[in-house]
């Protein structure tokens, strides 16, 4: 499984294995380090993202369509792996503006949510 079916399927064990423990995620809103942190945002990320689809793929860097609520987004992942081959780095994008700021809402809701 690679990371971004990881995600959308909110499988936290394959995202555990996936992640080195001091793996360092740039969201769309700020920058989280460490495995424990960035798998429980992944595992809430899959929850925001529906209908998660890839449509390509270059050396690490993952391009993808999916909505947030009725809202379109384009996204892209890009991971750096480490000699260990486990993830080291993750970076995440998601435009337009729009699918962003409803990602955005949505994240801040289901973080809320003991």
Do not use: C, N, W
């Amino acid at each position: 499984m690679d990371l971004l079916g990881a995600i959308a399927d909110r499988d936290r064990e394959a995202l555990v294995g996936m992640l080195a423990e001091d793996v360092v995620f740039h969201s769309p809103v700020q920058t989280y380090r460490g495995r424990e942190q960035v798998v429980h945002l992944f595992v809430t990320i899959g929850s925001v993202l529906d209908r998660v689809e890839v449509t390509r793929g270059v050396d690490g860097v993952t391009f993808f369509e999916a909505h947030v609520e009725e809202h379109p987004v384009d996204g892209v992942l890009d991971q750096r792996v480490g000699d260990d081959g486990v993830i080291q780095e993750v970076t995440l994008m998601l435009r337009p503006l729009p699918g962003l700021q409803a990602a955005v809402a949505r994240m801040g809701r289901a973080l809320a949510k003991p």
